[in-house]
């Protein structure tokens, strides 16, 4: 089978009560999958995450992050729980389809987070580059 990702969402916005404890969660987490905090400030980046201190309610959504493989979920799942976060589903093989293996962390917010791998894949590309074409 061939999909086609990573053409559907621009960016996904967390807006969150307590934006150091965010900081430190998903510093913790990203980490675990390869990724880290690009940049800080009002918003935290990462990839097409954006995290902001809310002024009103916060947000309520399920993220899942790709991991590379069993050993990526399960680190995940303990730095979520070692810096704040609650456990929502231990690291397993889920019954979504063959190979799906996941866990769910909440963040400090209540957000359900989850880092999954979908057994051996082959990417087209580590990555999708854009550059702007206006400068």
Partial sequence: MTEHLGRLIDHVELRVADLEASRRFYAAVLQTLGHRIEREGRYLFCDELAILQASGPVSRVHLAFQASDRSAVQAFHAAGLAHGGRDNGPPGERDYHPGYYGA????????????????????????????????
Wanted: proline share 6%; aromatic share 4%; hydrophobic share 40%.
């Fill in 104 to 135: 769910f962390v909440l963040d400090p917010d209540g957000n359900n987070v989850e880092a999954v791998t979908h057994g051996p894949v082959r990417r087209s590309a580590a990555s999708v580059v854009v550059e702007r074409t206006d400068r």
